[in-house]
Structures are given as C-alpha cells and as structure tokens.
C-alpha cells in the first residue's frame, strides 16, 4: 500500500520527460519512439544528443540557390 504512491511518482516523472523529448523528435522529423533512449542510463542521451545534433532533420527546409 505505501509503494503505490512511489510507483506514482516515478510514473509521472518519467513522463515528463518522455513526453517533451517525444515533442522534440516529432518537430525534428523523426519517430517520436526515439525518445525511449532517454531511459537508457548513460548511452541513451548520448544517442540522443549526437542524432539531433550530426543528423539531418528530415522536416529541415533545405534553402535553393539561385
């Protein structure tokens, strides 16, 4: 009975962060699912950083040269 109020706290904080990075991932164009590497400790926000930062955002607008 005193575990469920734990188990609540960690269900909501973990979607607070799920949720924005799943934002993030569906803005940028990708699958908002990679978003589920934030739950892997250590390499996951590695992952993360290093996709939005060295890859190319699908919804990025590509500027033609005239």
Do not use: S
């Not at 609540?8 to 699958?31: D, E, N, S």
Request: net charge neutral; hydrophobic share 60%.
């Amino acid at each position: 009975m005193f575990i469920f109020p734990e188990f609540g706290r960690m269900v909501i904080v973990g979607l607070m962060i799920l949720i924005p990075t799943c934002v993030i991932y569906q803005k940028a164009g990708f699958h908002p699912a990679w978003g589920l590497l934030v739950f892997l400790p250590g390499l996951g926000l590695l992952l993360i950083f290093l996709q939005l930062a060295l890859l190319p955002w699908p919804n990025a607008k590509i500027e033609e040269e005239k």
